[in-house]
């Protein structure tokens, strides 16, 4: 163990919770019971004129999407043969200390898609990879 880690260690270990106040207890629970009610009020509506919009959409793409012989235009007289994504990989990194103080850990995702196109006059065939690497959130470590 090395002596910026102990101090890291030692800082994390003094770190306690305090205890949540009655009045802000209260308060809370005033503010869940408000948001569920106001939740029930709008999710129907919202429902009830945005399903008859996807259902619209998803035909309309269905029927103006090209079918699986036409080519691409970006890539024009290739047609695509074959697409794959490989698994998500995630990861957790080592923790890094937020201006406020608190720790977090940064969430890494890893994955590509490879995507085959062949040329039917030619013969020839091109694979096309594509790996991405972004790192997408932080994970707060709780400290007690």
Do not use: C
Request: charged fraction near 25%; hydrophobic fraction near 45%.
């Amino acid at each position: 163990m090395t002596e910026d880690t102990r101090d890291i260690e030692n800082a994390l270990r003094e770190l306690r919770p305090r205890a949540l106040s009655p009045a802000l207890q209260a308060s809370i629970a005033r503010g869940m019971a408000d948001a569920s009610e106001s939740k029930r009020n709008t999710v129907i509506p919202f429902l009830a004129w945005t399903a008859p919009l996807a259902a619209a959409a998803a035909v309309a793409w269905v029927v103006l999407s090209p079918s699986e012989t036409a080519s691409s235009p970006a890539l024009p007289g290739l047609r695509l043969v074959r697409a794959e994504q490989a698994p998500t990989e995630i990861a957790l990194l080592e923790p890094v200390k937020l201006d406020d103080g608190t720790f977090a850990r940064p969430m890494r995702m890893r994955w590509s898609n490879a995507a085959q196109y062949r040329d039917v006059k030619a013969g020839a065939e091109l694979i096309r990879y594509a790996p991405h690497d972004e790192i997408i959130g932080l994970v707060p470590i709780e400290t007690y």
